[in-house]
């Protein structure tokens, strides 16, 4: 079957105003961090305290505009402005992630035992779509690393497998089996999984994640593209196998498993050479695709041996 994504679609189809989501408005903790109800006439939603990271890019944001307006989530449709129009349609509360396969504490852990255990930080990330676009977000999360720790993984456990929420009558994208198989599926090697890098996510611009980002708890690996960055996430499985994935199944010549961010590796339809930073405006901004999405010092080390210029 032919891959849906297409390079680079054009910033016409973004809706001009994002789809505000339910929030929670609870004072709440979590472990050191507070996330505390933000000021009465500002915003209805909860915000976050988070602290800053050595892993942060000092580049230019995104304005929230353009991160909440200009997105992909297949669950509620194809065009770049649907997730910020029926996105509103998911519940994302009460949410719960089941942790299961090759772990010695599998059991379903919810957002809020999730968060509890969370150190969160802000994390400002390059974000790169297979498309050749890309932002700049300030997540707030914390460390994949540090949930897998807690259910601790078997000696044995070689991959992580994630999967997407699959609910129908909420995500209007999934009442077609034609766009892809649900649930969306994504993977990594425990070792990529464990990397300080990859966090999960819970907010950005310091407030929940809007839906249309993939609320209230999804994956961000700035190392790779943008569809390994798995959204809404209610399953976490570890396996001595390389897991199935969405984009792979779909088109295996075209999306492999790993999809590092990689310059030297067209896609078969288009160049990797360079991105479009999507918001700069008519004149957009091309620039050069940086080799792991500029990550290179922290992850190279994750893939010696691998030949650059072939393998993606
Ligand atoms: N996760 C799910 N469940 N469904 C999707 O369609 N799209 C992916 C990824 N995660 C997708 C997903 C793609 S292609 C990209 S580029 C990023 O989400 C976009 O994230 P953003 O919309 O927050 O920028």
């Known amino acids: 079957?032919?891959?849906?994504?297409?390079?680079?679609?054009?910033?016409?189809?973004?809706?001009?105003?994002?789809?505000?989501?339910?929030?929670?408005?609870?004072?709440?903790?979590?472990?050191?961090?507070?996330?505390?109800?933000?000021?009465?006439?500002?915003?209805?939603?909860?915000?976050?305290?988070?602290?800053?990271?050595?892993?942060?890019?000092?580049?230019?944001?995104?304005?929230?505009?353009?991160?909440?307006?200009?997105?992909?989530?297949?669950?509620?449709?194809?065009?770049?402005?649907?997730?910020?129009?029926?996105?509103?349609?998911?519940?994302?509360?009460?949410?719960?992630?089941?942790?299961?396969?090759?772990?010695?504490?599998?059991?379903?852990?919810?957002?809020?035992?999730?968060?509890?255990?969370?150190?969160?930080?802000?994390?400002?990330?390059?974000?790169?779509?297979?498309?050749?676009?890309?932002?700049?977000?300030?997540?707030?999360?914390?460390?994949?690393?540090?949930?897998?720790k807690r259910a601790v993984p078997e000696p044995s456990a070689k991959f992580v497998a994630f999967e997407t929420l699959v609910r129908p009558e909420e995500m209007r994208g999934q009442r077609s089996r034609f766009l892809l198989e649900w649930p969306y599926r994504e993977g990594l090697r425990l070792d990529e999984a464990m990397n300080p890098l990859t966090i999960l996510a819970v907010g950005l611009y310091g407030e929940e994640l809007p839906n249309q980002n993939g609320a209230p708890i999804r994956l961000v690996v700035p190392w790779k593209y943008g569809f390994k960055s798995i959204k809404s996430i209610v399953r976490i499985t570890l396996t001595d196998f390389q897991p199935p994935t969405t984009w792979n199944m779909q088109a295996p010549g075209e999306y492999g498993f790993y999809s590092n961010v990689n310059p030297l590796v067209d896609h078969p339809r288009w160049s990797q050479a360079t991105e479009r930073r999507v918001g700069s405006g008519l004149f957009a901004r091309r620039m050069e695709t940086q080799m792991f999405n500029g990550y290179e010092e922290y992850v190279a080390g994750l893939y010696e041996g691998m030949d650059l210029s072939t393998n993606y």
């Open 1 to 148: 079957m032919k891959s849906r994504f297409e390079n680079d679609m054009g910033y016409s189809e973004v809706t001009p105003k994002s789809v505000w989501l339910n929030r929670r408005d609870l004072l709440k903790s979590a472990g050191g961090a507070t996330i505390a109800a933000s000021i009465a006439g500002l915003a209805n939603g909860a915000t976050f305290e988070a602290s800053k990271s050595i892993y942060s890019t000092d580049e230019e944001l995104n304005d929230f505009e353009d991160i909440t307006s200009y997105n992909n989530f297949y669950e509620f449709g194809t065009g770049k402005g649907d997730p910020a129009r029926y996105a509103g349609e998911l519940t994302t509360e009460p949410w719960s992630v089941v942790i299961d396969g090759m772990v010695e504490n599998p059991g379903t852990y919810s957002y809020e035992d999730i968060l509890s255990g969370a150190a969160l930080e802000e994390r400002i990330y390059r974000l790169r779509c297979v498309e050749a676009w890309s932002m700049v977000i300030p997540w707030i999360g914390f460390e994949l690393g540090h949930l897998l």
